[in-house]
């Protein structure tokens, strides 16, 4: 008898969920717009439709269960959302919601970050480590920490939040309330808002024209663009944000003392010459023994990161 978990990266625009076989090859797929016009309620009713979708033909016997890398900061062990800024969310207990929506107890809730590590650590570029750091470039920036072969959780599961560690006290806001946070310098957002500061400055640059002078249309992918084609803002964009991401890679490196560092995320997917730009800017700003045991690599997982690091919760639970 075949047997399969479902798989959902919950996330602030779109619920992405999977039908996976037992060694989390993807099935089949099914995505939908993130709708919170409901409130949580309204969200895990998408979610469980989902899953019912997905799961159409087999029996409940086949499916081995179901595991949610959610956005935002998880309580170990419960599956509730404590604080999801992306879904606006506080003490939601999304395990016992969507569990009781499908009838099974085998649902199982973390942070997406920590989920994505997990695939890398189990599935991907991340086989064999023992001390490694996920570090995952997007809107922000999040991580999952491996010690000793084991995902970090920290004293109140709320480990790896690593966008929000200061690198300026005096710097740009954040969403966390905090001015000078890693992320308010290296993530896409800090990208997108430096190239528009530059240009109601008055600095020249193809990057106007190329969003038709709205310049909150503004992205990662038009700098990359611009790149290409030789624009001299957009190659200091990226130049910066390169030596940005190697500053906060080195104090994780002096921190924790990894052997392996994979970076992913849709910044690095859709800009892949920062992740070397970031790893020489990690190496000269590193401790030379620290730095000396580091090797790098890029995320083997992309857009399917999310469900497929909930398949492996749902594996490391004690399925098959």
């Known amino acids: 008898m075949a047997y399969y978990i479902v798989g959902i990266d919950l996330g602030g625009t779109k619920i992405a969920s999977a039908l996976l076989d037992t060694d989390l090859s993807i099935v089949k797929n099914d995505t939908v717009r993130t709708d919170n016009s409901r409130g949580p309620e309204g969200v895990a009713d998408q979610m469980a439709e989902s899953v019912k979708r997905l799961t159409e033909g087999l029996g409940r016997e086949a499916v081995l269960g179901v595991g949610v890398a959610s956005a935002g900061l998880v309580e170990p062990g419960t599956g509730k959302v404590l604080y999801s800024p992306n879904l606006d969310w506080r003490d939601v207990p999304l395990r016992d919601m969507l569990s009781e929506r499908l009838g099974m107890e085998e649902v199982y809730v973390d942070n997406d970050v920590n989920m994505a590590a997990l695939g890398e650590l189990h599935f991907g ?31 109140n599961g709320f480990a790896g939040e690593v966008g929000h560690t200061t690198i300026d006290w005096d710097g740009p806001p954040c969403p966390s309330g905090n001015p000078g946070c890693w992320e308010s310098y290296a993530s896409g957002t800090a990208m997108a808002r430096r190239a528009r500061e530059a240009l109601e400055r008055g600095e020249t640059s193809i990057l106007k024209d190329m969003v038709g002078g709205d310049l909150a249309q503004l992205r990662v992918e038009t700098i990359a663009e611009a790149d290409r084609d030789g624009d001299a803002l957009a190659r200091r964009i990226l130049a910066e944000t390169g030596e940005y991401l190697g500053a906060g890679l080195s104090n994780l490196v002096n921190t924790l003392n990894p052997e392996l560092i994979v970076m992913g995320g849709g910044v690095i997917r859709g800009v892949p010459q920062l992740f070397d730009l970031a790893e020489a800017s ?16 890029r995320a083997h997982f992309g857009r399917e990161a999310g469900v497929i690091g909930a398949g492996v919760l749902v594996k490391l639970a004690g399925k098959p």
């Open 125 to 155: 570029a991340g086989q064999g480590a023992r001390h490694m750091i996920c570090v995952f470039v997007g809107t922000g920036i999040g991580s999952g920490i491996v010690i000793d072969g084991h995902l970090y959780a920290g004293a």
């Open 282 to 297: 990690m190496r000269r700003r590193s401790l030379p023994d620290a730095v000396a045991a580091v090797r790098t690599a």
